[in-house]
């Protein structure tokens, strides 16, 4: 897990920003102004983990003109653990093998080239990630025993 320096000496181009509600505690991503859910205004900008679950997902067949994408892919809306919710590609996978309830890894990835000049837009992307197997949770508990009985 990345320290907290870490995520603020990135650029804010590759965090995932979003705002939460005063009011409701709804989390906007990306942040907006005012509350869509309560038109409230006191909202405080928050910065979402790199991970989250597959809420939904649709496998696209047939992808928009300039996208680097090999159809067919996976585009899934994504909730991260503060409930911000986010429409993502998921990538590194076989589309098959996407299921809701999923734990994403968002990486900050290439999108697409727009036009023959090419320019680059680079954006986040969801990529699989395998929960611990039973050995390294066995192995972690075990650690955490040591520790208690030190
Ligand atoms: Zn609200």
């Given at each position: 897990?990345?320290?907290?320096?870490?995520?603020?000496?990135?650029?804010?181009?590759?965090?995932?920003?979003?705002?939460?509600?005063?009011?409701?505690?709804?989390?906007?991503?990306?942040?907006?102004?005012?509350c869509?859910?309560?038109?409230?205004t006191?909202?405080?900008?928050l910065?979402?983990?790199?991970e989250?679950?597959?809420?939904?997902?649709?496998?696209?067949?047939?992808?928009?003109g300039?996208?680097?994408?090999?159809?067919?892919?996976?585009?899934?809306?994504?909730?991260?653990?503060?409930?911000?919710?986010?429409?993502?590609?998921?990538?590194?996978?076989?589309?098959?093998?996407?299921?809701?309830?999923?734990?994403?890894?968002?990486?900050?990835?290439?999108?697409?080239?727009?036009?023959?000049?090419?320019?680059?837009?680079?954006?986040?992307?969801?990529?699989?990630?395998?929960?611990?197997?039973?050995?390294?949770?066995?192995?972690?508990?075990?650690?955490?025993?040591?520790?208690?009985?030190?």
């Amino acid at each position: 897990m990345p320290s907290p320096r870490y995520w603020r000496e990135i650029p804010s181009r590759y965090r995932l920003e979003a705002t939460r509600c005063g009011d409701c505690g709804r989390v906007s991503h990306p942040p907006r102004g005012v509350c869509p859910a309560c038109r409230g205004t006191d909202v405080q900008a928050l910065e979402l983990s790199h991970e989250g679950r597959v809420v939904t997902y649709t496998i696209v067949h047939v992808p928009p003109g300039d996208f680097l994408m090999e159809a067919p892919y996976v585009l899934a809306v994504v909730e991260t653990p503060e409930g911000a919710r986010m429409m993502i590609q998921v990538v590194d996978c076989d589309p098959a093998s996407v299921e809701i309830g999923m734990p994403v890894a968002l990486e900050f990835r290439l999108i697409r080239k727009e036009g023959k000049g090419g320019i680059l837009c680079y954006g986040h992307k969801a990529v699989p990630a395998y929960p611990r197997g039973e050995e390294e949770e066995a192995e972690l508990e075990s650690r955490e025993m040591e520790v208690a009985h030190a």
